[in-house]
């Protein structure tokens, strides 16, 4: 009995470990319909040219985010979520000064302070999920994988 009840206890264990909530409730290897129920307003691109082996992304033109309008772009490898990510072109260099400020500022409120941070990147690792901030005058990209953090696992 003890066995049994060890073996259902690792099972538990061992699928949660793999089951990383990358953003907004989304777990990593979500499906697409898993997606679309949390967001039904997103366009599917099926393309067989994305990089690093991704085979189809999801999108979401205007998403708000402190009264500004982001594009969140999920990508998908085998109907799987591995990567989110949520940009911004400046239409203000004012406002895009402030709206830097206030992501950065937003993210080290919820993630606590960056682990790395360079000019224009900063980085974050919070359970398991890695978080990057990359902003120039002109653009922002955050990004939400696990990636680095699988990789860091095997060490």
């Known amino acids: ?3 049994i009840l060890l073996s259902i206890a690792i099972l538990i264990f061992s699928s949660n470990a793999f089951a990383v909530e990358l953003w ?3 777990e990593s290897g ?3 319909q898993e997606i679309f129920q949390k ?3 997103l366009k599917k691109e099926i393309d067989g040219n994305l990089p ?3 085979d189809q992304r999801l999108l979401i033109e205007n998403y708000y985010i402190f009264d500004e309008s982001f594009r969140v772009t999920f990508l998908m490898q085998d109907n799987k979520l591995r990567r989110v990510l949520i940009n911004k072109s400046a ?3 004012d406002i895009f000064l402030v709206l830097k400020s206030d992501v950065f500022n937003a993210l080290t ?3 606590g302070s960056p682990r790395s941070r360079s000019d224009g990147i900063a980085r974050w690792y919070y359970d398991g999920v890695e978080i990057v901030l990359v902003y120039d005058s002109s653009d922002m990209y955050i990004s939400y994988s696990t990636s680095t953090a699988d990789s860091a696992n095997k060490l």
Do not use: R, V
Request: no cysteine; proline share 10%; hydrophobic share 25%.
């Open 1 to 3: 009995m003890q066995k």
């Open 24 to 26: 907004q409730g989304l």
């Open 30 to 32: 979500a499906s697409d």
């Open 39 to 41: 967001f039904p307003s």
């Open 52 to 54: 690093n082996g991704y």
């Open 91 to 93: 239409d203000n260099p």
């Open 109 to 111: 409120m919820k993630y």
